[in-house]
Each structure stands twice: as structure tokens, then as C-alpha cells.
């Protein structure tokens, strides 16, 4: 009998009216897990969800049925998008088998731990952040059967109130934990293969949900460590292509370089991607990275319109995001800029700005990504919202959704969504509850999201087979 059973609710599942989009991405947030736990002597049973097979993943009862034999502590992760689903799926394990005790964990629930543990009693405990330490102590009290006041990192119930222990402290040598827990995996069943060399962004974008989620402190592992790993996962696993995803990677020149030259030395026959940010960078760096086997490249450009630059606070102009996307596509063979629009303080004006830095862009053979803005809790942005900074209102609007919390139950089309009679019922969760899932609102579609919808779907960012 195992003593815990974690279950990976993130999936990258999109359903479009002539395909489905899925790739299978390591869950390295539950591996880490897995590692320390197992460290510590704990039997874990791993699920990753993104498994499951059958038409369609979204049927509670075929989520209860991967859930089968689970042990008597569940602990789910999840992102924004599908923690909707993953509350609904913990109400019906606990009712079904109501001596569980759920756990949730990753960024979804992070900023409405409170209501979540109000509204449902189904969720028993919510860890906050960083899980490492927390998941350690937690189930050493669980299995103690002590009282869990004592557990810092965590949000739980005590006597039906909801209660916030102390935070954990972030940690700060990520060196020194366990890799990844890759063996308890068929490794050759996924397409993604990330690997995280730092946690964690000092940037303030107010739009941004990963800063808030690690306190705007990054915490970086040493570049030896991260190529060792890489080789790991090249010479155990076969692995020839490898996601840097995490925001801050292009932390400062000199780590970059470093990290070029080790993976140099290392003689892998490896490639790899990363996200980069437009004044980290220059033509050393980008050189050397191209030359050291990166491929992709990925900017969150965000805006063509300095105004809007400043108000997010994203620290660099429109002019030097296209000097750096010019030269980066010189470079790379793909480069991706990442594109929000629908900003409250987005004129129009604005926003033909950004549409004329997008076609640009379009025409090196950059992949442009519009994305739709997403208030989502943990955001600056959001919280300027709640305290009236912008007026008007937030709106649940049944065919638009941000591609930050595609669920995968809708069919997305032309930056439109459908939803169908069956999958109804989760979306009128979502609009009941706008406390927890603000991230899926509007402000003010009509005048703010549909024209400017309309502008990018005639120029082509948006069509049938896209989000
Ligand atoms: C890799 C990645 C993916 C991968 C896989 C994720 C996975 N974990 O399996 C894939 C490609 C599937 C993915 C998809 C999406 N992603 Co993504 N993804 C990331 C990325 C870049 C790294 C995640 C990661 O590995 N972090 C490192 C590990 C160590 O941290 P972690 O996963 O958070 O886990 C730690 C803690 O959270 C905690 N923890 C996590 N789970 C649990 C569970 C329990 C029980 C406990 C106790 C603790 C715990 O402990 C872990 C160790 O400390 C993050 C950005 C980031 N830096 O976090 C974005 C991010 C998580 N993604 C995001 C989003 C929105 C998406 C999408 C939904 C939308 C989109 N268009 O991108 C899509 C899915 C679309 C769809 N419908 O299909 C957002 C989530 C926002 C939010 N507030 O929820 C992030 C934060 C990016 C951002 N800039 O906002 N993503």
C-alpha cells in the first residue's frame, strides 16, 4: 500500500473542430516530489493523468476511475486552467471515498487558497508554493497523526475555518536537492522534456502569475548541475532536445556564457529551447547560445506601445524589442514572440501598435502568439482590478477564453470557443464562482475584446485551426 498517490493534472490538451493539440510534458514539479519523499522513506504512487486514454479525459467518472486504488492521502497538481476540473474531480473522490485526504498543490491554487478551502470541503489541505520541504513535513504529520498548526507552507481547516500556516521559506540551494525522479517514469511515452535551471523571476509584470508565485525572488541551480542533469537525461533516456523553461534562465550574460561553454565541453549532440527576455540579451550572448545548440528562442514581447510597456512594467522599450527579435531571427531557425492583448488601458491606438509590430514580425518568419490577457488572482493586475483601478467590469463570456486557461473541454476556433451541451456544466462552475477563476473573465469584451478580436482575426493571428 503505497502512502501517497500524486496526481499531474497539467496537460497541454487542446481540442480544435478538425484535431486535438496534446503533448505529453514531464511533470517535473511531481518528480521533484516524488524524490524527496521517496528520500524520506515514503511509498509514492505517481498518476499522471496526461496518461489517460479514451475519447474524453474530461468525464469525472473516467478521472475516478484512474483514481482507482489510490492511497488514503491524494495529492493533485494543477495550473489555472483545469483547476475548475480538478475541484470537481476532488468532490467526487471524496464523496465516493470520503476517509481521503486531498491535497493540492502547483500554481493553480496559489492565491485563492482561502476560498477554495471555504467553498469546498472536499479539498483538505492546500500547499502554497515551493513543495519540497512542505510535502516532507506535512506527511510526517499526517502519518503522525499530529496537528498540522506546525506544518509551515500550508493552508488547511481546522474546526471548519479555514487557516494559513507561515510561509516556507524558499530554498535557496537548489543544488542540492534530488533530481527529478525520471525512473519512476516510461520516459519514452513523453514529447516534452524540460529542464528547470532556476525558480523563480525578480521581474514585477504586473500580468505575470509565476513572479507573485515564487515572491519575486529567483533562485538559480549552478550551470554544472544543469548540464549534468542534461547529460543524464541524454545518455539514460535518449533525450536530444530539452525545454529551458523556466522565466529567468537568461538570468545575466555571464551564467549564459558559462552555461554555453559547459554544455560545449560537455560534447552532448543535444538541442535545446529556452525563454530569453529582450534586455537580458545581446549578439555575444545569442551567438554563443545558437552556437552551443539552442534552436528556439522565446520573448515575451507583450506589446508594441511603449505606454503599455511601462504600465506592465516590463523594463524595455518597443524599438529594442525589435532590434533583438530582428538579429534573434538572423540567428535561430525559430524564434517565438509572445503577444498579450485586451489590457484595460490598451487604446486602440495601442493595440495598432502592437498589431504593426506583430505583422512585422510575421514577415521575418517569427511565430507570433497573441494571447488574450488573463486576470489570473495571483496577478498585480488583477489586484488593480479588485481595488477599482481600472473601472468596468470583468465578464464571463461563453465563446472567448484566454489561452492561459484553455481547458481542453471546449473546441477553440478563430479565438473563439464552443462549448458543447456535455461540457456545459463546468463552465457554469467557473462563471459561479469568479472569486476563484477570475483568470477565465472579460473586462468589458464588448468594447475592449471583440473589436480588437476581430482586427487580429482578419489579419490571420487567430483562424480555424489555432487557439
Ligand atoms: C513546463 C510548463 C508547462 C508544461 C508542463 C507542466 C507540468 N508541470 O507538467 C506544459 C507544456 C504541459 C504546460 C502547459 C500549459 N501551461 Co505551463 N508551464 C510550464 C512552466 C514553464 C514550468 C513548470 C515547471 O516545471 N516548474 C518547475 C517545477 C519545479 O515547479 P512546479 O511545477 O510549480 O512544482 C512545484 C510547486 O508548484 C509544488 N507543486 C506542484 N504541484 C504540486 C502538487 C502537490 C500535491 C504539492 C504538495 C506541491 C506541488 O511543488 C513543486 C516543487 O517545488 C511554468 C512556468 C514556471 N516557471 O513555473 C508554466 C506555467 C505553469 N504554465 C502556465 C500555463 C497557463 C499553461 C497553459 C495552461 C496555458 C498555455 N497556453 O500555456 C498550458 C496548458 C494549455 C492546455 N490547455 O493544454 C502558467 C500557469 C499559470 C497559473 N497561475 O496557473 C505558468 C506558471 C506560466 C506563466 N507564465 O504563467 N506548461
Known sequence: MHDITLVNMNLLYIVYADRVDRELHVPLGLLYLVSVLEEHGYRVDLRDYQLATGENPFDIEHTLAFLEDSAPIVGFSCMANLLPYTLLVAQALKARYPEKTVIL???GPTAVERGILQKFDAVDIIVRGEGERTIVDLMDALTAGRDLHSVAGISWRSNGHPIENRPRPRITDLDALPWPAYHRLDMAAYQGYGVVTSRGCPYRCTFCSVAPIWEHQAVLRSVQSVVAEMRHLFETYGVTMFLLQDEY???????MLDFCSALKSAGLPVHWKCFTRINLVDEEMLRAMADAGCVHVRYGVESGSDAVLRQVAKGFTARRAGEVIALSAQIF??????FIWGFPFETMTDFYKSVFQ???????????????LSFLPQTAIYRDYLAGKYGGQLYFCPDLTPEYVVTG???SSAGHIAISTEQRPLFDFIAAHPDLFPGFLQWEPETNVRPKLKVLCDLGFYSNSSL
Do not use: I
Request: a neutral charge.
Open 358 to 372: 506583430m505583422v512585422l514580425f510575421r514577415n521575418w518568419g517569427v511565430r507570433v502568439l497573441p494571447c488574450l
Open 249 to 255: 534562465f537568461v538570468s545575466d550574460k555571464g551564467r
Open 409 to 411: 473541454h471546449e473546441t
Open 105 to 107: 498543490g502547483g500554481t
Open 333 to 338: 531557425p525559430e524564434v517565438d514572440a509572445f
